[in-house]
């Protein structure tokens, strides 16, 4: 499975943006979606994630209330609408599937994307 993230910016703090990832080579509809970042100096943590019917979503603590993964099975593509935005967003973002159910677990991703730059200014 090949996994293309977009939609990466700058942004203002309290704006929004929409992260999107396109998935190929795969059925896309067998796999858990996530998205994972990484801010400087930081390890990788696990942002958000959604079952593969779609009906199931998780969130960190730290995105509850501001960000919203969904996912179009018709489309291939999930996605990471975040509103909100605050200067520890900062990071790169990760777009990652799964076919294991405890898809918050870095070790678990089997599939990651290559990343795309979230830089939010104060």
């Known amino acids: 499975v090949q996994l293309q993230a977009s939609g990466g910016g700058l942004v203002q703090a309290g704006g929004s943006l929409r992260l999107s990832c396109a998935a190929s080579g795969g059925t896309f509809r067998n796999y858990n979606m996530g998205w994972f970042r990484r801010a400087p100096g930081k390890e990788r943590e696990f942002v958000a994630a959604?079952?593969?019917?779609?009906?199931?979503?998780f969130y960190a603590d730290s995105v509850k209330g501001r960000f919203t993964i969904s996912r179009d099975n018709a489309k291939n593509t999930v996605y990471l609408s975040m509103s909100s935005l605050k200067p520890e967003d900062t990071a790169v973002y990760y777009c990652a599937a799964t076919t294991n159910v405890n898809f918050a677990i870095i070790a678990n991703v089997q599939y990651w994307g290559q990343g795309t730059q979230v830089t939010v200014s104060s």
């Open positions: 959604v079952r593969r019917s779609g009906t199931g979503t």
